[in-house]
């Protein structure tokens, strides 16, 4: 379903299911804009003729930097926020919370994985607004919706009135994670990609150490109201005042940015030329809705999203109950959580650099290196004695390394998802797929095995066997879609060779395709990273 009228060339005749590409060579910007029709919004940049299209290195590095300080500081501060906010309860369960509230048998556990509950009936309907209203506007008053009910659930007075809230919550904060990914795509080339999402998510670990610091001086306050009151107030203020920040200054998207000059603006649209995913559509268009629901990648992206939260739904929410049973004080424990967030933030950079210093397509290989310590880890807290407390530490803080690998996971689905509609669904079904662990997760953590949780971290360790099958599954199959995709356009010939003079007309196609919001799937230019 191609939105460009002119004819594929004959060597792109449809093959095994696949549509004809749009790969027609345009010589000039406005011959563009007249054959694309409802494409991307970045077309009206290049309407005039007053744009060659040639891209100044020295020019690129300097907006660059710009835009990494207009849009990494807001996203790394909310992510900070986003993993304040989830771990809220559990400070809250070492503040108190329970008993004053007379928790029951399996109620924690629900408490922790309602939240979740509501993430996911307002997964697709705050997907598709997003797509609809301004991300950055949309963004900034989700988060200060969140923070408002976060200091809500101060005033609870039972288990019923503190789970309502926390659905409501988890409704709030469903746009995050997409809007941070749609962002990063919206801005990045697929190269700077990782790095980018890398820097934003290092906040995750930064948010742990920040909520143990935050957690060890709420502690302290001695005041008329229980400490795990005073934890939902100031975390939840903190956030709804930055949500107020992020809907004055967070831009939306490289065309309207009102900090950038018109040029600025066509730089950083033309850089993403390659990218073949395009910038932004605000059609909703019913057949990539469709098409990302039977696409078999984004099926695969789900189930990640769910082997890959059963140990995250657990840690963040049983963590501070695992290290109290090492034997530390409640404010010790607080303590406790500041190395662990701080090693997250180290694994985070150091797989980032690592991927970004290999030659193409080993962010699977990556993804799976900073799985094992965390296998390890869920192994060691699963059989090493219990008085054996230093080396039950250790362990639980390797269990952190598995937020580096879910970075790279995130980069491959920004750069493998092409098609803003189609984003806009594969986005939230991978987070159903998130949303989907972090509820299952908690219960394999009974309380009647506490401390120890031996349920808890087979769930961990299945878990993340099953994510590094998963990972080298789909690495496989989309290197072979690529060399599928290179005998359809005949640059890989049968003899195995390359073909020089195919894929140099294909680059020179790359032009008509980069931003008619076709998806990955119909257009046959696009290639997989992986």
């Not at 992510?79 to 108190?96: N, P």
């Not at 150490?209 to 001086?217: D, F, N, P, S, V």
Request: charged residues 15%.
């Amino acid at each position: 379903m191609s939105a460009i009228e002119n004819p594929p060339v004959p060597a792109q005749e449809i093959q095994n299911g696949y549509p004809k590409p749009s790969a027609v060579h345009l010589d000039a910007p406005c011959e563009k804009l007249e054959k694309i029709h409802n494409g991307d919004t970045a077309l009206a940049l290049f309407a005039s003729d007053d744009w060659d299209g040639n891209i100044d290195p020295t020019a690129e590095r300097r907006l660059v930097r710009k835009i990494d300080l207009m849009i990494l500081p807001f996203l790394a501060v909310c992510y900070a926020f986003y993993y304040i906010d989830k771990t809220t309860l559990s400070y809250a369960a070492i503040f108190g919370i329970v008993e004053d509230l007379n928790l029951q048998g399996t109620q924690y556990s629900w408490l922790s994985s309602i939240f979740y509950f509501g993430f996911l009936v307002w997964a697709f309907p705050t997907n598709f607004l997003m797509q609809r209203f301004a991300v950055g506007k949309y963004l900034g008053v989700n988060i200060f919706l969140w923070g408002f009910f976060l200091m809500l659930q101060a005033a609870v007075k039972n288990f019923t009135q503190l789970a309502v809230l926390r659905a409501i919550s988890g409704a709030a904060e469903a746009c995050s994670d997409p809007s941070f990914m749609l962002i990063t795509s919206m801005w990045y080339t697929r190269r700077e990609q990782p790095i980018r999402i890398g820097l934003w998510y290092t906040a995750n670990g930064f948010g742990i150490a920040l909520g143990g610091l935050l957690g060890y001086g709420i502690g302290n306050i001695k005041g008329a109201l229980a400490s795990w009151k005073y934890e939902f107030l100031i975390i939840g203020a903190l956030c709804a005042l930055w949500g107020l920040i992020m809907i004055a200054f967070l831009p939306d998207s490289p065309v309207t940015a009102s900090n950038l000059t018109q040029d600025e603006k066509r730089l950083a649209v033309e850089r993403l030329r390659d990218n073949q995913t395009g910038v932004e559509n605000k059609t909703l268009k019913p057949y990539q809705v469709w098409e990302a629901i039977f696409d078999w990648k984004v099926w695969m992206l789900f189930i990640l999203g769910v082997v890959a939260n059963i140990p995250n739904g657990g840690i963040s929410n049983f963590g501070t109950l695992i290290i109290k049973g090492f034997g530390f004080s409640t404010l010790i424990t607080t303590v406790m959580q500041i190395p662990y967030g701080a090693l997250i933030s180290i694994l985070i950079l150091i797989s980032i650099w690592i991927n970004d210093r290999l030659p193409p397509n080993n962010r699977c290989y990556v993804a799976v290196l900073f799985l094992l310590p965390n296998v390890a880890g869920a192994f060691g807290l699963g059989f090493l004695h219990p008085d054996n407390k230093v080396g039950r530490l250790i362990c639980y803080y390797l269990t952190g390394s598995y937020n580096a690998s879910f970075v790279l996971i995130l980069s491959i689905l920004t750069a493998n998802t092409a098609g803003h509609t189609k984003k806009v669904v594969t986005n939230a079904m991978i987070f159903l797929g998130v949303c989907a662990g972090n509820i299952a997760g908690p219960f394999f953590y009974k309380t009647e095995q506490a401390p120890t949780y031996p349920l808890g971290m087979w769930s961990m360790i299945v878990s993340h066997l099953a994510e590094i099958a998963l990972l080298l599954s789909l690495r496989f199959l989309l290197w072979r879609e690529n060399r599928h995709r290179d005998r359809i356009q005949g640059i890989l010939r049968d003899d195995g060779q390359v073909d020089a003079h195919a894929a140099a007309a294909r680059q020179r196609d790359l032009d008509a395709t980069a931003f008619s919001d076709l998806t990955d799937k119909e257009n046959l230019n696009f290639r997989y990273i992986y």
